[in-house]
């Protein structure tokens, strides 16, 4: 079946920093990738998306490129701020399941500190 | 265009009570799923409806039961309430169950106890 694996939490870091979050997925079809937020005492919200191979995402500063060799789908940021602390989901809908539910990850809980 | 509202926000029931949560899915929105969010998890999806028939379940036993209305919103029923029904339960909707492209609007979700 179909599967996300996301790099545990939680990330700590500093004001500015680099963000990278690790997502690889396995599936049965030709899956479209996203990456969704939640904030605390909230529903989730989507940040980005991709389709196909070598599409990149893009929203608010993250980033993240659909590779089909390597089957990830990594999340990144350049320079992150304190309200981008929040709980980030790796996401898969795949072209093979009848329903096209999203397999989701565990999530990574990310805090920054000014 | 309204977005996805759920109700209650929050529930507190007794093991072995029923529950019904609902959802008004966004404005033209025709496809809506539920999600179940343990603490600390991902979201596990347990079915999906489009144009009113069940269109997906994943992994829950029967006494977790859906309907949706003409007007494309929908309920969660969930029987014999057990102590790991707690969660926030999630609904999404959706433009069309027809591709695996389509992006899902979540609620705020029903944040559900059981004790």
């Known amino acids: 079946g179909d599967s996300v694996t996301q790099m545990e939490g939680p990330v700590t870091l500093s004001e500015e920093a680099f963000l990278t979050i690790n997502c690889t997925y396995t599936a049965t079809g030709y899956p479209s990738l996203f990456w969704y937020v939640q904030y605390p005492g909230e529903g989730l919200q989507l940040l980005l998306k991709?389709?196909?191979?070598?599409d990149k995402g893009s929203n608010k500063g993250f980033e993240a490129t659909y590779r089909k060799e390597t089957t990830s789908f990594h999340l990144e940021k350049g320079s992150v701020q304190v309200s981008d602390s929040a709980v980030y989901f790796c996401?898969?809908?795949?072209?093979?399941?009848?329903?096209?539910?999203?397999?989701f990850g565990k999530g990574t809980k990310l805090s920054v500190i000014p | 265009e309204t977005g996805v509202t759920q109700s209650p926000t929050h529930l507190i029931k007794t093991r072995g009570q029923q529950v019904t949560l609902r959802c008004s899915s966004q404005s033209g929105h025709n496809t809506v799923s539920w999600y179940q969010q343990a603490l600390g998890q991902g979201p596990q999806f347990i079915f999906q409806?489009?144009?009113?028939?069940?269109?997906g379940r994943g992994n829950f036993p029967p006494r977790f039961s859906g309907l949706q209305f003409p007007n494309y919103s929908s309920e969660l029923n969930v029987n014999a309430l057990e102590l790991d029904d707690s969660a926030l339960y999630l609904c999404?909707?959706?433009?069309?169950?027809?591709?695996?492209?389509?992006?899902?609007?979540f609620g705020q979700g029903t944040r559900l106890t059981v004790v």
């Open positions: 999404a909707s959706s433009l069309s169950a027809a591709t695996h492209r389509t992006e899902a609007f």
């Open positions: 991709a389709t196909k191979a070598d």
């Open positions: 996401a898969l809908s795949d072209s093979g399941a009848g329903s096209y539910q999203l397999t």
């Open positions: 409806y489009y144009r009113e028939e069940e269109n």
